[in-house]
């Protein structure tokens, strides 16, 4: 996730493309061009979902509603995300694995912060589970970051 702060899925796939050497209408993609595409695949939507989460803690109403659904969503690509990392850890290096294994870990706590979130009640416990998933930000980010220097991506600007 994180996934450093997201960039627009179209960027992000053009960077991970120039980083490889790739050229639009190259004969086949190369090894390290498949995992990025791959990773900006498993990454963009949750990137996305959590984006649009900030965006709605941030506005300047504070509208406890959109908070909630942006959650959800939050929640259901970050899920999806965690379960395409799984699959995604058997096609790289032995190396990588044990990092994207950190990433699933972090992204596994931020499920569970986006699970209370959308589970509460209160305006109280909303904003206390999203005080968690802000502090699980930071380890998240930094074990994905670690994930994408290990796969010889850029790091996002």
């Known amino acids: ?32 061009e498949t995992l990025g595409a791959d990773y900006a695949a498993i990454v963009t939507p949750s990137d996305a979902a959590t984006a649009e989460l900030w965006s709605a803690v941030t506005a300047q109403s504070t509208d406890t509603a959109k908070i909630r659904a942006a959650a959800k969503v939050c929640f259901d690509a970050d899920v999806k995300m965690n379960s395409n990392l799984l699959v995604f850890e058997k096609k790289v290096p032995a190396n990588v694995q044990r990092d994207i294994e950190s990433a699933r870990a972090a992204a596994s706590k931020e499920v569970a912060d986006l699970q209370l979130m959308t589970a509460s009640t209160t305006d109280d416990q909303l904003m206390g589970a999203f005080d968690a998933f802000a502090a699980d930000e930071t380890p998240l980010e930094s074990a994905f970051l670690l994930l994408r220097s290990d796969l010889g991506f850029p790091t996002p600007s």
Request: net charge positive.
């Open 1 to 32: 996730m994180k996934r450093p702060m997201p960039a627009p899925a179209g960027v992000l796939a053009a960077l991970l493309m120039a980083a490889c050497g790739g050229a639009a209408g190259s004969a086949s993609p190369s090894p390290t």
